[in-house]
C-alpha cells in the first residue's frame, strides 16, 4: 500500500521530493524506527521537503506515514504466516 503510493505520486513530485521518496524506498525496513531529521539528512533534502512529499503522497504528518510502514510490515507478516 504505503510503497505503491509513493511510486504512483512519484512522477509528479518535485526533484527534492523525489528524494526524499527514494529515501523511503530504499530503507523501507528502517522507516518505522528513523526520525524525520535522520531521514532528511539521509536523503540530503530539507525536514519541510520530507513533509511536503508526505503531503503530496497523502499522508499529514511523519508519524502517520510511519505508522502506515508498520502496518504493511504487519499485513505482510500475515500473509507470509498465512501460506507457511
Known amino acids: 500500500m ?5 511510486q ?3 512522477p509528479k513530485l518535485r526533484k527534492s521530493e523525489q528524494k526524499a521518496a527514494s529515501y523511503m524506498l530504499e530503507h523501507v525496513e528502517e522507516m518505522e524506527k528513523i526520525s524525520l531529521g535522520k531521514m532528511a539528512k539521509g536523503a540530503e533534502v530539507s525536514e519541510a ?3 511536503r512529499m508526505l503531503k503530496a503522497v497523502g ?7 510511519k505508522i502506515a510502514f508498520v502496518e504493511e510490515r ?9 501460506e507457511k
Open 2 to 6: 504505503i510503497i505503491e503510493e509513493i
Open 8 to 10: 504512483v505520486a512519484f
Open 49 to 51: 521537503t520530507v513533509i
Open 59 to 65: 499522508y499529514k504528518s511523519f508519524k502517520e506515514i
Open 74 to 82: 504487519m499485513k505482510k507478516k500475515e500473509i507470509d504466516d498465512y
